[in-house]
């Protein structure tokens, strides 16, 4: 009896076994039960990458609200100094005389709060905003990927666990007709029937030996299936751990034309709403670059007030007094870079990066429609062996059924156990395709983006 689940199963518990892990949730000797939606959900929860994303976005939320901010309050800038200061001597009215007084000396303060109000800057403050926008929406985007990825994660998990024990029916009921058909052997040997020998013993314990190592593959499969789900759930590895769904079902299919999924994938996939977010920023941060070969127009404005309790204030006005004084003042000014041959190198190379993007954009929709062709197809190809298997399931049965009345009647083993393989071989197919058509779904709304926006 072949068994062309096992290294598949394997294989993707082993890469959820490679992720690290918390031991968080239930602890050893607590039951955990849980429907493969709440395996999702939870996973989604516990997820360090889903985090990353979200801290990401966080990050990028700051920076539209500063980007934001710039174009609409000034900016302050206050500055305090402290220190020393000697006395004055002399007549205040003969600047001859005036002289530092060492004996007498204080502390001075001097305070500057400075106020820059961008007025007109030919696009620039708006081109940084636009980019800090749709930066924030490819991190957005990115972390309905990650989303996007546990879903498809976790539901070839559950519908590997549900298909290993479907397989471990299998060869319970093959085990089960193991026994019965020994017991009839040995019925018939005892009685000295002549439909009957020692050889048919020897048929049936090849047969159950094949049934036995499979029986193993399944526990096998199965506690390494939990064992996936545990460490991608969190969940503490002495849990008792599985999920509340017990039988392998093929899930409906209806499916619509192939454009309809090609358009929602262009439409709804996160990587391509990240992509093409991040060619609209691109094409905003060459705006910016442009926006240097303007003048950046701006309000200025200063106040000052300078304290020193030891010195006297001077009354006269072309005397400058840095220590006791108070000034108010603004201006408009206009600032131009005139290196132009550097200004243009960076908008080149900028120009040059939001053309590649855009490239890589067109390239990405392309694959993206090969992609979704191919799960497509994957679909339908999946049911259709679903079909096709359930009726060859249902022929072995009545085969299986008829040689069982032969048997009861002839005592032939031969045509028994061979209607047993095949049985057993067909309902193993038939649930291999039933995981294939469910994964085939499941990896059809991943790469349609329908996942992600649930």
């Known amino acids: 009896m072949g068994w062309p689940v096992r290294v598949a199963l394997a294989g993707l518990c082993g890469l959820a076994l490679t992720r690290p892990c918390l031991a968080q949730g239930a602890g050893a000797g607590q039951i955990v039960r849980m429907t493969p939606q709440e395996c999702i959900a939870r996973a989604l929860s516990v997820s360090p990458d889903v985090e990353q994303a979200k801290l990401a976005v966080s990050a990028l939320e700051a920076k539209l609200s500063e980007a934001r901010f710039a174009g609409v309050l000034p900016q302050f800038q206050l500055t305090n100094f402290f220190g020393p200061v000697p006395g004055v001597k002399g007549n205040l009215d003969s600047l001859e005389t005036i002289r530092s007084d060492l004996s007498n000396l204080g502390v001075f303060s001097r305070t500057t709060l400075d106020l820059v109000q961008p007025l007109y800057t030919f696009g620039r403050l708006s081109a940084v905003q636009e980019a800090a926008r749709y930066g924030l929406q490819a991190g957005e985007a990115g972390v309905s990927r990650k989303k ?95 999920i509340t769904t017990s039988d392998l079902e093929p899930a409906p299919v209806t499916l619509s034309d ?18 093409r977010a991040g060619v609209q920023a691109r094409r905003s941060l060459l705006r910016v670059t442009r926006s240097e070969y303007f003048p950046q127009i701006a309000l200025v404005g200063s106040l000052q007030y300078g304290a020193a309790p030891n010195r006297p204030h001077f009354s006269n006005p072309f005397l400058r ?7 108010l003042g603004a201006l408009v000014t206009l600032r131009q870079s005139f290196s132009f041959g550097l200004t243009s190198a960076r908008y080149r190379a ?3 990066e939001y053309f590649d993007l855009a490239s890589k954009e067109e390239q990405a929709r392309n694959a993206v429609a090969l992609e979704v062709e191919q799960a497509y197809r994957d679909v339908q190809e999946a049911d259709h062996n679903v079909q096709n298997s359930e009726r060859a399931m249902r022929a072995a049965k009545t085969w299986l059924t008829s040689a069982a009345i032969g048997y ?39 790469v349609t983006g329908r996942a992600a926006s649930n």
Request: net charge negative.
């Open 408 to 446: 009861d009647i002839s005592g032939e083993t031969a045509d028994l156990m061979n209607a047993f393989t095949a049985y057993s071989r067909m309902r193993q197919e038939y649930y291999q395709s039933v995981f294939n058509l469910n994964v085939a779904l499941a990896v059809l709304d991943h």
């Open 258 to 275: 192939l454009g309809v999924y090609i358009d929602r994938a262009y439409a709804s996939r996160p990587d391509i709403k990240q992509l």
């Open 321 to 327: 007094d840095e220590f006791n004084f108070f000034r």
């Open 148 to 242: 996007n990825d546990i879903v498809l994660q976790v539901e070839r998990l559950c519908y590997g666990l549900l298909l290993a024990k479907a397989l471990l029916s299998v060869v319970e009921e093959a085990q089960e007709n193991i026994q019965k058909a020994r017991t009839k052997v040995n019925q018939l040997l005892e009685e000295g029937s002549e439909d009957a020998s020692e050889n048919d013993l020897r048929k049936i314990e090849v047969f159950e030996y094949e049934v036995k190592r499979n029986t193993e593959r399944a526990q096998k499969a199965i506690e390494l299936g939990k064992a996936a789900l545990k460490m991608t759930l969190k969940l503490d590895r002495q849990a008792d751990f599985d």
């Open 350 to 352: 900028s120009q040059a």
